[in-house]
């Protein structure tokens, strides 16, 4: 099947029970033993362990990142944390340097006294990045692009790195990018992660997370964990992010045609400073876009002002009518963030400047409303 055959019928089958188009919501927390022991259907016994509607959605997940096992979890930190669990003290693990905060919060705070080192590294330096490889690396945990600056990592090229050390496994946030434009697993990536409340569910309309692995050993090791420690994905929730991969392409497809055009439109703005898109010819990064988001360049677009004044971010922003002052990123409806304030707060400032998190910095999540709309919206704000 090609990608938009597969977020409607990959991985997917009829009910067999009544014939239904779409998987029932299996709103049920245990299921009927003939004996001890000896579960009705063997492949369900209690819904953390595994749920009908759930399984739906983890064979779609699967289906469009090309991988053997998809799992899905109660937040994308949820699904980050079942794949730390699977370190020990002593364990190393490097990471891009500019990650969504929570994540950056996840590595510094609360794994901060289990005795796991990380180290933060520009990811394009792959000389500098294989040189903080050692015998207690275990883990490399990329985002591309990245949130909130954009920047990107060229995934073919770390995974040829990695598998030269078979005890290190390659882990990418996928999330900015959707399958539909980037295929971490085909590029040698091990583990793909998704925060499926962003584009998958498509919708803000729910929390969730998802991994995606090839190997199937992998898959197994992950479940347990995710098993043993219980942040799984309820069925009414795994209903609503399936509903939104069946139409997971014509709103990608969306997404990418307006936030290249409001990008452009910034671009050319005498207020605006830097703008970071990937699709743009100016972004440093815009060669490995090229090469590894196939079909557009997302609908994530961040920029910054000429006076580099964090009051003229604010007042941006308060002045937006069709742009939704709001966190989050990836529904259909478009919003806008001042990162340093909001999403990346639990960053360290001189961490944020350092790595670029200006105060004057806003992101845009552009929707799939009327492109000319938006950009009159943006120019009444900026004006």
């Not at 360290?348 to 350092?354: A, F, G, N, V």
Request: with cysteine.
């Amino acid at each position: 099947m090609k990608f938009n055959t597969k977020v409607i019928h990959g991985g997917q089958h009829h009910d067999p029970s009544t014939g239904a188009v779409m998987p029932p919501v299996y709103q049920t927390s245990t299921f009927v033993q003939t004996s001890p022991g000896k579960p009705l259907n063997p492949d369900y016994e209690y819904s953390r362990a595994a749920n009908p509607t759930r399984t739906a959605l983890e064979h779609a997940l699967a289906s469009i990142e090309n991988g053997t096992r998809g799992l899905a979890f109660s937040s994308g930190l949820a699904a980050t944390d079942c794949v730390l669990r699977g370190l020990k003290a002593g364990d190393e693990v490097i990471a891009m340097d500019d990650l969504y905060g929570g994540t950056y919060r996840m590595f510094t705070r609360i794994y901060k006294e289990s005795g796991i080192v990380f180290h933060f590294v520009d990811m394009n330096d792959l000389e500098k990045f294989q040189s903080l490889i050692n015998d207690n690396t275990r883990l490399v945990w990329v985002e591309t692009p990245t949130n909130p600056l954009m920047k990107l990592a060229d995934i073919a090229a770390i995974a040829d790195i990695t598998k030269k050390h078979p005890n290190i496994l390659f882990a990418v946030d996928n999330t900015f990018a959707t399958p539909y434009l980037q295929k971490p697993l085909d590029l040698g990536a091990d583990i793909v992660m998704h925060s499926a409340t962003k584009y998958l569910g498509g919708h803000s309309d729910v929390i969730a997370g998802a991994l995606i692995v090839k190997d199937e050993e992998l898959g197994s090791q992950l479940h347990f964990q995710q098993f043993a420690t219980g942040a799984t994905l309820g069925p009414q929730d795994s209903f609503l992010v399936l509903r939104g991969i069946k139409t997971l392409h014509l709103r990608v497809q969306r997404h990418c045609e307006n936030g290249a055009k409001i990008a452009e439109f910034l671009l050319n703005h005498p207020k605006v400073e830097c703008v970071y898109y990937p699709g743009l010819p100016s972004h440093p990064f815009h060669e490995i876009a090229k090469k590894q988001m196939i079909g557009g360049f997302g609908g994530m677009v961040t920029f910054t002002f000429k006076s580099g004044a964090k009051q003229d971010a604010i007042a941006f922003l308060e002045k937006l009518k069709v742009f939704t002052l709001a966190e989050s990123l990836g529904g259909v409806e478009s919003l806008a963030n001042h990162p340093a304030l909001m999403t990346h707060a639990s960053i360290p400032e001189d961490k944020r400047k350092e790595i670029g998190i200006t105060d004057d910095l806003v992101r845009l999540s552009v929707g799939v409303e009327d492109a000319d709309d938006l950009i009159e919206d943006l120019k009444q704000a900026l004006a």
